[in-house]
């Protein structure tokens, strides 16, 4: 990549820093004056009262990011439409960051973005499979890194990571779109460590997830079906956590779909603090996109069931961790 691409890269990712840091100040200074504080309790994993609602700032430097390149595109309309969906997600998170906003009223919004992220892709030229795909993506990481937001920095940082190691396999604006929400999430992350002085808030939160399968998404747009499990490895800690909680509550017939510290991240965190569970996250997910660039442009065979291992391997590691020093009955097979 020439010199002057990587310099107008860290420009964007500095200047969304920047955009972030002052959005997250202030939605602080919002959220103290409205009061919308999280409290300690049962459901939760910290331990003192922190407001909510920082990740407004996330939001807003990568809707802008949006509407830039929305302005200098020859088909506008895609990024408009992406823009809208993210606003939508936004929007319904920030609803819920005031007062609760029930499940099915919020998924339906979260479907509707969704399906403007589809329509979006297939703008771009992408394949009806990847653009359902990109659909799909949607609407389980908005709800995916909703339920990871539950410690100090870990939502933040995995976006984080997420996004810059997709940017290394993205092109163009996608590659670009990748460097700004990893900026727009270091804006926020002094914020957030080593101990919150505000949370994500379901703004921010689903705002991120929203993010990362639009990156996604492209990847999908761009690269065949054999390929797209590759691309999965960058977001592999969020969707195994995510993944096999959902499954163990499922069958233990809890409502999967409430608030609940039953994550592998937040029984580790009981045992052994927020920071030390965000960095070991933080490790996964580098080893993840580490092998996840190993595998791009390799031989489709073995790209792809090396990418489905590591899920497994990942599987196997969140199944001995979640039982570890916990109760023989909450075992994932129990």
């Not at 020439?2 to 964007?12: G, M, R, T, V």
């Not at 088909?75 to 099915?104: C, E, F, N």
């Not at 329509?119 to 908005?142: H, I, K």
Request: with cysteine.
């Amino acid at each position: 990549m020439p010199w002057s691409d990587l310099a107008l890269l860290a420009a964007i990712g500095a200047g969304m820093a920047v955009v972030s840091a002052v959005g997250t100040h202030l939605a602080l200074a919002y959220a103290l004056r409205r009061g919308m504080v999280d409290e300690p309790g049962e459901r939760r994993s910290h331990s003192a009262a922190t407001p909510r609602g920082g990740g407004v700032g996330i939001m807003v430097a990568c809707l802008v990011m949006l509407m830039a390149i929305a302005a200098s595109d020859a088909h506008p309309l895609s990024w408009v439409l992406i823009a809208t969906g993210l606003l939508l997600v936004a929007v319904s998170g920030w609803w819920d960051d005031h007062r609760p906003l029930q499940a099915w009223p919020r998924l339906l919004v979260h479907a509707i973005a969704a399906a403007l992220l589809g329509w979006a892709c297939w703008l771009q030229g992408a394949s009806p499979l990847a653009a359902l795909a990109g659909s799909a993506l949607a609407l389980g990481l908005v709800n995916a890194w909703n339920f990871m937001d539950g410690i100090d920095g870990l939502a933040a940082s995995q976006a984080l990571l997420c996004g810059l190691g997709l940017a290394l396999v993205l092109s163009g604006p996608w590659a670009a779109l990748g460097v700004a929400v990893a900026g727009a999430c270091l804006g926020f992350l002094p914020s957030n460590l080593p101990r919150a002085k505000v949370f994500l808030g379901d703004v921010g939160s689903g705002a991120l997830g929203y993010l990362i399968a639009v990156l996604l998404a492209a990847g999908f747009a761009q690269r065949p079906i054999t390929d797209w499990t590759v691309l999965l490895l960058a977001p592999m800690a969020m969707l195994v956590d995510t993944g096999f909680t959902l499954c163990w509550r499922m069958r233990r017939g809890e409502r999967w779909w409430h608030a609940h510290v039953q994550h592998l991240f937040q029984r580790r965190s009981r045992r052994h603090g927020h920071a030390r569970v965000t960095i070991a996250y933080a490790l996964w997910t580098l080893g993840a996109i580490g092998l996840m660039l190993v595998l791009t442009g390799q031989p489709a065979t073995l790209a792809l069931f090396t990418s489905i291992a590591a899920f497994l391997a990942g599987g196997l590691v969140w199944r001995y961790l979640h039982g570890a020093g916990e109760s023989a009955t909450e075992g994932f097979g129990s």
